[in-house]
């Protein structure tokens, strides 16, 4: 379903000529985007909205794991924690992207969310068929499914945060 929107003085011209350039296929679809943060992690996870899908999640330089979420969902908020210590954990893997976007306030052209969290791994030579994450949703779950399926290189150990001393 495409959605277009009509931003001209309504009028019987503007209308019939809106109308002409839907029947002709001219019109550009539009999708609800959120404005590109300033701040562009949460909790390090990568904050990603309708109008910077493409440059992070679709580029061919970077494996991208996206949580789709929701703000008001339940299981979205226990998977929060979770998944913001998985991108802390692995924020020095270069060549991986951990990212999240509230799927009830952006669109993507050609993606559908069915339900609430939904978490696609885009492998970076592969874009155009993202894996469905069916995973554990544990740290060490996402962690060793990263690693299976990551072309990024990891360091022979990815430290735990609790590991790590101060």
Not at 118 to 134: C, E, I, Q, R
Request: hydrophobic share 35%; glycine share 6%.
């Amino acid at each position: 379903m495409q959605k277009f929107l009509y931003e001209n003085e309504i009028n019987s011209d503007n209308l019939k000529r809106f109308v002409e350039d839907f029947a002709n296929k001219i019109l550009t679809p539009y999708f609800k985007s959120e404005p590109i943060p300033q701040d562009s992690h949460d909790e390090g996870v990568r904050v990603v909205v309708g109008k910077n899908f493409k440059e992070v999640v679709l580029n061919d330089q970077d494996d991208v794991l996206m949580e789709y979420y929701a703000p008001w969902c339940g299981h979205c908020k226990n998977l929060a924690p979770i998944y913001s210590s998985v991108a802390r954990r692995l924020k020095d893997v270069n060549g991986l992207v951990i990212g999240k976007m509230d799927a009830t306030a952006n669109e993507v052209e050609g993606l559908s969310i069915q339900g609430f969290p939904t978490l696609k791994f885009y492998p970076k030579n592969s874009k155009g068929s993202p894996m469905d994450y069916n995973g554990e949703r544990t740290e060490e779950g996402f962690v060793d499914f990263l690693k299976r399926h990551s072309s990024a290189s990891f360091p022979d150990a990815v430290t735990r945060p609790q590991d790590i001393e101060l």
